[in-house]
């Protein structure tokens, strides 16, 4: 694994304040040996460790790890960074009915995950589903959908001999908004191989019904090949996102980075066994542990983390402790929560942050209005930071002129501050902050 490659490597790195050139390079070449053994196509393993190499050379190493643990922990980051720190939500959030289709070739299992994907739709989420199977090729094709739409009690489109796969689709479109379908999903006819046939029908297929996810199902025991599959549905059909099969089978999650490399578009989903509930939303921090190595690595680098954020983090309970959560608390968490990935994103991994994030969607909170948010904080007096409730329609007309926005700007931030309030001391009770950390793992 990558921890013993590295063992020897580590040893030599040990005790110097910055990252050299020269020992980053070392430690490279078995990183990238790694990965090709855990099945990530050559091109992509190549540019994954120039990348990181840029990022590694010069860091300084941590007080409290060494220099091996830095630059585990740069590789688990870039890893966990390129797999995608996206949802796996499926952006079907649209005037109904959804068109989700699926695309692959023949075995990699469309048809069992179209079922998957319906069951979770249609169980967790109370959507009412319809699915409907555009492989005329495979004999018994169709058929093999409507015997797992019966074992979902889930509805599929009435099997209709000769009809070609765009008029299936349009049928089925039909029937969905007539009988006021949420969603309907398209399970697509596969080949053995890439060819111009198949793609030729998937846009044609996916032109009427303009879905609105399409995704490409990918065995991820097909290593290196599936580059090849991706990078031929990718220039053909406009994909948003790959569902990886047969991760139970894979120990090793190559094709997982890869496919993220070539496709650009996030990995929603793993299939993890024959069973329909055996669908999972896709983990990139499990996965950059297997591609790693593993158990100990992970660990390893687990404990790294921590270990710098551990001495922020407490600074921010002890305050939280005493129930103290002011505008320059919530100055320096949005600051952080930018660097973790996003205010939404964090927010939306945090117990009790449901809240949170509703207002902050509703505020229109991105990273670039961030800088907005700082300016408002910035022209309050610190009496103010310390007091919110001081502004009243006086001072905030002065913050907002002082900062360049309007004053409902200014109540959208304090509003969200109140809810960040809230959650705060939920989360107290929950155990504090290192209990959230803990669960952000
Ligand atoms: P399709 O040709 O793309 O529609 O593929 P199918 O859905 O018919 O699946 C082909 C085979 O793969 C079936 O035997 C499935 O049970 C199996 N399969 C699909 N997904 C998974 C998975 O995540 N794990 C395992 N172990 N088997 C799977
Ligand atoms: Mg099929």
New binding site residues.
């Given amino acids: 694994s990558l921890s013993d490659r590295l063992g020897g490597v580590f040893d030599r790195l040990r005790g110097r304040g910055a990252l050299t050139e020269a020992d980053v390079r070392t430690a490279m070449r078995e990183v990238r040996i790694a990965l090709l053994e855990a099945d990530v196509a050559l091109p992509v393993a190549r540019e994954f460790v120039d990348r990181i190499t840029e990022q590694a050379v010069g860091a300084q190493v941590l007080r409290s790890i060494t220099p091996g643990q830095q630059v585990v922990k740069i590789v688990h980051d870039g890893l966990v960074e390129m797999l995608g720190s996206d949802t796996s939500e499926l952006d079907i959030d649209v005037t109904p009915p959804a068109v989700v289709m699926?695309v692959?070739?023949?075995?990699?299992?469309?048809?069992?995950?179209?079922?998957?994907l319906a069951k979770l739709l249609a169980g967790k989420q109370r959507k009412k589903v319809l699915m409907a199977s555009l492989?005329v090729n495979?004999p018994a094709?169709q058929e093999?959908l409507a015997v797992l739409g019966t074992q979902i009690d889930v509805a599929t489109l009435p099997i209709v001999q000769g009809q070609q796969p765009v008029d299936i689709a349009r049928r089925a479109l039909q029937s969905a908004k007539l009988q006021g379908y949420d969603v309907v999903m398209l399970?697509t006819a596969?080949r053995l191989h890439v060819d111009q046939a198949l793609m030729d029908e998937m846009k044609a297929v996916a032109d009427i019904a303009t879905p609105n996810e399409i995704l490409l199902?990918v065995?991820s025991l097909t290593g290196q090949d599936a580059v090849i599959v991706a990078r031929n549905f990718t220039d053909q059909v406009p994909l948003t996102g790959v569902i990886l099969?047969?991760?139970?089978?894979d120990a090793r999650g190559g094709a997982a980075l890869s496919m993220r490399a070539v496709t650009g578009k996030p990995i929603k989903f793993?299939?993890?066994?024959?069973k329909l509930d055996?669908?999972e939303p896709f983990h990139p921090k499990r996965v950059a542990g297997r591609i790693l190595g593993m158990g100990d690595v992970v660990s390893l680098v687990e404990r790294a983390a921590e270990s710098i954020q551990v001495e922020d983090a407490e600074k921010m309970a002890s305050r939280l402790a005493k129930g103290q959560f002011d505008m320059n608390d919530l100055r320096q968490q949005l600051a952080q929560m930018s660097k973790m990935g996003g205010l939404g994103a964090l927010a939306g991994m945090m117990p009790g942050m449901k809240k949170a994030q509703a207002a902050m969607a509703q505020s229109g909170v991105d990273d670039r209005i961030l800088i907005r948010m700082d300016a408002i904080i910035g022209s309050m007096t610190l009496k103010e930071r310390l007091k919110p409730e001081l502004l009243n329609a006086k001072r905030k007309i002065r913050v907002a002129k002082g900062s360049g926005v309007t004053v409902q700007d200014v109540n959208k931030l304090l509003k969200m501050h109140q809810e960040m309030q809230s959650a705060m001391k939920k989360l107290k009770k929950m155990g504090g902050l290192k209990g959230m950390m803990a669960m952000l793992g």
Avoid: N
Wanted: avoid cysteine; proline fraction near 0%.
């Fill in positions: 699926l692959g070739l023949q075995g990699s299992g469309k048809t069992t995950t179209t079922a998957k492989d495979r094709a093999q399970d596969g199902v065995d099969t047969r991760m139970d089978g793993a299939g993890m066994g024959e055996a669908l």
